[in-house]
């Protein structure tokens, strides 16, 4: 069809295919849950550090009155504000290790790559990779549904400030509205014998009213949702990674090594 003697188009048409082979090689779902991993662990880790900075000062101003009554949650915040750090750096490795992972599986299936096929080590290395990513998945489970009790305190404590409020308009009397509480103490963020440990009626949608409130609010749902988020990387890693796992251990069986 084209004249062989153009030797520049028949380069042409080979940077093409070399082009096509290449982007046909790109693991995308693991592409994909890449993004999505940073980008989850980027709001869990940022929002949630500064999250945990404005808890503290929220509970210090408002609900306990004596130092020593909030200096186990004050360590309780750095030692996890230092394990943030380590979270972070964690899953931008092991996010790269997984991405290159998925460039050597979705390699090796495709059977158009010439000579390339997997080993005993390679389909090893990727058992182990399942393996770890199903324990991580399970793990960040647990701090999925972790991350919504702090979100959960906030949003009861806003809505029983908005019951204040209407019962503010609609009686005139103080009583009716200052027996409703919110109490620190119930949700482990002080000690029992902590005072004041709660704040009631007016006070309450004081506090409610307060930048530090709703900036605590906005920065733990978004530390919800990044967690989240990271969860549902890991199970897009583990869907194309298993599959890709089970090509190679039949391709294993039927002698194409």
């Known amino acids: 069809m084209f004249p062989v003697r153009q030797h520049w188009l028949c380069k042409a048409l080979g940077c093409y295919d070399c082009c096509i082979r290449c982007i046909g090689a790109v693991p995308y779902p693991s592409l994909v849950a890449t993004l999505l991993c940073y980008a989850g662990m980027a709001l869990f880790?940022?929002?949630?550090?500064?999250?945990?900075?404005?808890?503290e000062e929220l509970v210090e101003?408002?609900?306990a009155r004596d130092p020593k009554d909030f200096e186990v949650m004050a360590?309780?915040?750095?030692?996890?504000?230092?394990?943030?750090?380590g979270l972070a750096s964690f899953f931008f490795l092991y996010g790269i290790l997984l991405l290159a992972e998925g460039f050597y599986?979705?390699?090796?299936?495709?059977?158009?790559?010439?000579?390339?096929?997997?080993?005993?080590?390679?389909?090893c290395l990727s058992l182990t990779f399942i393996i770890v990513t199903y324990i991580l998945a399970f793990i960040?489970?647990?701090v999925f549904a972790f991350s919504a009790i702090p979100v959960f305190f906030l949003f009861n404590m806003e809505h029983t400030c908005h019951n204040i409020n209407i019962l503010a308009e609609t009686t005139p009397s103080i009583n009716q509205h200052s027996w409703i509480c919110m109490d620190a103490r119930q949700y482990g963020l002080l000690p029992w014998d902590a005072m004041p440990g709660k704040s009631c009626g007016m006070t309450l949608v004081a506090i409610c009213k307060t930048s530090e409130f709703h900036t605590t609010y906005d920065l733990y749902i978004a530390t919800f949702a990044g967690a989240g988020v990271t969860l549902l990387a890991l199970i897009l890693?583990?869907?194309p990674t298993t599959y890709n796992y089970a090509v190679l251990r039949f391709l294993g069986r039927k002698g194409i090594r």
């Open 105 to 123: 599986t979705t390699s090796a299936v495709k059977q158009t790559f010439g000579e390339f096929r997997s080993t005993q080590c390679g389909r």
């Open 140 to 142: 960040w489970l647990a």
């Open 61 to 63: 101003t408002y609900f």
């Open 75 to 85: 360590s309780f915040i750095k030692y996890f504000q230092f394990v943030i750090y």
């Open 45 to 55: 880790c940022g929002c949630g550090h500064e999250a945990l900075a404005q808890t």
């Open 237 to 239: 890693y583990l869907v």
